[in-house]
């Protein structure tokens, strides 16, 4: 209970007393310096979680591609040659469904023959994987028993030495 409180207390002592209260709460320069502060924190975090984002949904391009490639030597064990047909159901396809399990890639059988095939998985346009800027196409190429993962923005150059140089396929 503080002094003025009672009757007997002289206004000057009250107004003395009132001065000394301590203040509460922030000002609008102390809330203005705290936005910005979380502005500057969010604009640096938010690139850094979706690039972490989207390099963790690359491994639905890759599984969908093993997928393809364990089909593929099913087909070849009972066949003399490797498959286009993807979706086509057994036994005259591999039976696989064009895009990944949460759409985040189309896959493709872009070319087959007796001793190899080429496949992709290409981010689809309208999910964030379309925003993975060197790793949009992810790719498997088997050739002569050979097999060779590379990935790229818009292709795969398979005749570069290290088709993967991104390590788009890193895991």
Same mark, same amino acid.
């Given at each position: 209970?503080?002094?003025?409180d ?6 000057r ?7 000394? &209260? ?9 809330l203005?310096?705290?936005l910005?502060?979380?502005? /500057?924190? %969010?604009?640096? +975090?938010m690139?850094? !979680?979706?690039?972490?984002?989207r &390099? =963790?949904?690359?491994?639905?391009? /890759? ?21 286009t ?6 036994? =005259? ?5 064009? %895009? %990944?399990?949460?759409? !985040?890639? +189309? ?6 023959? +007796?001793?190899? !095939?080429?496949? *992709? +998985? *290409?981010?689809? %346009? ?19 028993? =050979? /097999? ?12 570069a ?11």
């Amino acid at each position: 209970m503080s002094n003025c409180d009672h009757l007997l207390s002289t206004a000057r002592q009250c107004q003395r007393e009132g001065a000394r &209260k301590p203040q509460r709460g922030f000002t609008l320069i102390e809330l203005m310096i705290g936005l910005a502060i979380v502005g /500057i924190l %969010t604009a640096i +975090a938010m690139p850094i !979680y979706m690039d972490s984002i989207r &390099k =963790n949904r690359r491994s639905e391009g /890759i599984a969908a591609l093993s997928q393809l490639q364990q089909a593929q030597e099913r087909w070849r064990a009972n066949a003399s040659t490797y498959t286009t047909e993807l979706t086509t159901a057994l036994p =005259n396809g591999l039976g696989l469904p064009a %895009t %990944t399990g949460a759409g !985040y890639y +189309a896959i493709a059988v872009t070319a087959a023959d +007796a001793n190899s !095939y080429t496949a *992709t +998985a *290409t981010a689809q %346009t309208g999910t964030s994987q379309a925003s993975d800027t060197n790793c949009r196409m992810l790719g498997v190429r088997m050739t002569g028993g =050979n /097999i060779r993962y590379g990935a790229g923005a818009s292709s795969v150059d398979w005749t570069a030495s290290d088709a993967d140089a991104l390590r788009c396929w890193a895991r």
